[in-house]
Nanobody, 123 residues
Framework: QVQLVESGGGVVQAGGSLRLSCAAA????????MGWFRQAPGKEREFVAA????????YYTDSVKGRFTISRDNAKNTVYLQMNSLKPEDTAVYYC????????????????WGQGTQVTVSS
C-alpha cells in the first residue's frame, strides 16, 4: 500500500495561508488518485479535496472552493494542499489518503491514510 506522511500544519490567523504536504511511497504513487480529508474533535471525518492520478482533474467540497488548491508533484512523490483565506471553521486535523485503485478517476476507495497534521485557525 501507499504510505503517507503529512506535514505543514500549524497555527495561523483567519485570512492567512498554509500549505500542507503529503509525502508518499512507493514510487508508483504517480498511479493513484489522492485526497485530503479533515476531522475536528467530536466531528466526523470530512472530505476536502482530491486530485486524479494524472493531476488533470481536481475535486473540492463546496466550503473550500476558491480558497484551497490541491496539486501534486509526482517527481517528488508529494501531494499538496494550498489553503488560502483560512477560516476558524477550517480548524481540524488534516489527513491525506490514497485511492486503492491505480489509474482510476474520480478518486475514491481511499484505503491508505497518513497520521494527520493539525491546522488551527484563530479568529
Amino acid at each position: 500500500q501507499v504510505q503517507l506522511v503529512e506535514s505543514g500544519g500549524g497555527v495561523v490567523q483567519a485570512g492567512g495561508s498554509l500549505r500542507l504536504s503529503c509525502a508518499a511511497a512507493p514510487r508508483t504513487f504517480s498511479s493513484y488518485g489522492m485526497g485530503w480529508f479533515r476531522q475536528a474533535p467530536g466531528k466526523e471525518r470530512e472530505f476536502v479535496a482530491a486530485i486524479s492520478w494524472n493531476g488533470e482533474n481536481t475535486y473540492y467540497t463546496d466550503s473550500v472552493k476558491g480558497r484551497f488548491t490541491i496539486s501534486r508533484d509526482n517527481a517528488k512523490n508529494t501531494v499538496y494542499l494550498q489553503m488560502n483565506s483560512l477560516k476558524p471553521e477550517d480548524t481540524a486535523v488534516y489527513y491525506c489518503a490514497a485511492d486503492m485503485r491505480a489509474f482510476s478517476d474520480p478518486p475514491a476507495d481511499f484505503g491508505s491514510w497518513g497520521q494527520g497534521t493539525q491546522v488551527t485557525v484563530s479568529s
